[in-house]
């Protein structure tokens, strides 16, 4: 299947810093990318839609100034956790959808912690 | 958007089949059933997807009912890397995938 990877896979931050997570599509052009969150033994919960050169849809409840998300290219989407706290700390998943909207791939998730 | 009801974890013997059971009796006609695993601490992994036919690949097999309004994961040989947690879904062209709890599956030596 298609290949989707994420950088870093792990990230440890100071509390009031920012943090920028990439999500690549490896093999494929990604039309759609796709942010979800996962807090410990909990399911994935979608933050926010992206499509390549519009602004970022995000989910009710999601603080679209506080994660900033650009998808510059069909190949690349970045999330930036600004002024991150602890309640922040998370596994991050970045998802895209090919031509095909019918096949969505799924990277390997980044765990931010912040101290 | 239809939702889908699974048991909240199963236990399976090594080397036996793994059923998995995913209830969906509101599903539309134009929404697929889509089946992702999650190993732990990694991105969920894509499994295998149908519309109203029976679908089978090299990792699985998935038998939709008649009516639709439940399908059937099934690992045929279970192994250890099998245990993860398994999401049934409904899912629909311009919808977004949405994991409810899934199904914890163990797979026991």
């Known amino acids: 299947g298609a290949v989707v990877s994420q950088h870093p896979s792990r990230v440890i931050c100071k509390s009031g810093t920012s943090v920028k997570i990439e999500c690549r599509s490896l093999?494929?052009?990604?039309?759609?990318m796709f942010w979800y969150r996962q807090f410990p033994k909990q399911s994935l919960m979608l933050m926010a839609t992206?499509?390549?050169?519009?602004?970022?849809?995000?989910e009710q409840g999601v603080e679209k100034d506080k994660f900033l998300i650009n998808h510059a290219s069909l190949t690349l989407s970045t999330l930036t956790v600004t002024s991150a706290h602890p309640e922040d700390s998370s596994f991050y998943i970045c998802s895209a959808r090919g031509l095909t909207a019918y096949e969505q791939y799924f990277g390997p998730g980044t765990r931010l912690t912040v101290t | 958007d239809a939702k889908t009801t699974q048991p909240p974890s199963m236990d399976c013997a090594e080397g036996r089949a793994a059923n998995l059971p995913c209830n969906h009796s509101?599903?539309?006609?134009?929404?697929?059933v889509y089946w992702y695993r999650q190993i732990h601490s990694q991105g969920p992994q894509y499994i295998i997807h149908g519309l109203k036919n029976n679908e089978t690949n090299e990792m699985a097999s998935l038998i939709i009912t008649e009516d639709r309004k439940s399908s059937t994961l099934i690992l045929p040989h279970a192994t250890l890397r099998d245990t993860a947690v398994y999401y049934c879904?409904?899912?629909?062209?311009?919808?977004?995938?949405?994991f409810g709890p899934g199904t914890r599956l163990s797979v026991l030596p």
């Open positions: 992206s499509n390549e050169g519009s602004k970022a849809t995000y």
């Open positions: 093999d494929f052009q990604a039309t759609t």
């Open positions: 509101t599903i539309s006609g134009n929404e697929y």
């Open positions: 879904i409904a899912f629909r062209y311009g919808q977004n995938f949405v």
